[in-house]
């Protein structure tokens, strides 16, 4: 017989779940490139030109 009664076997398993998928994301976004968090703007290189006209080619207006 189990020490824990249904309700607890289940708040415990929701609990262990949320953990693990915490987990599963830390694993895959620890360290990568998207991890980057807000406000954490990357700086261009100084020899990448700037976009100050948007790309329209192949776009039409209608």
Not at 30 to 47: D, R, V
């Amino acid at each position: 017989m189990s020490a824990l009664d249904p309700d607890q076997i289940v708040t415990l398993a929701e609990i262990l779940l949320v953990l693990a998928g915490v987990g599963i994301l830390w694993a895959v976004y620890h360290g990568s490139e998207s991890a980057e968090l807000p406000g954490e703007a990357t700086i261009p290189p100084p020899g990448e030109a700037d976009d100050a006209v948007p790309d329209t080619r192949g776009r039409t207006l209608q």
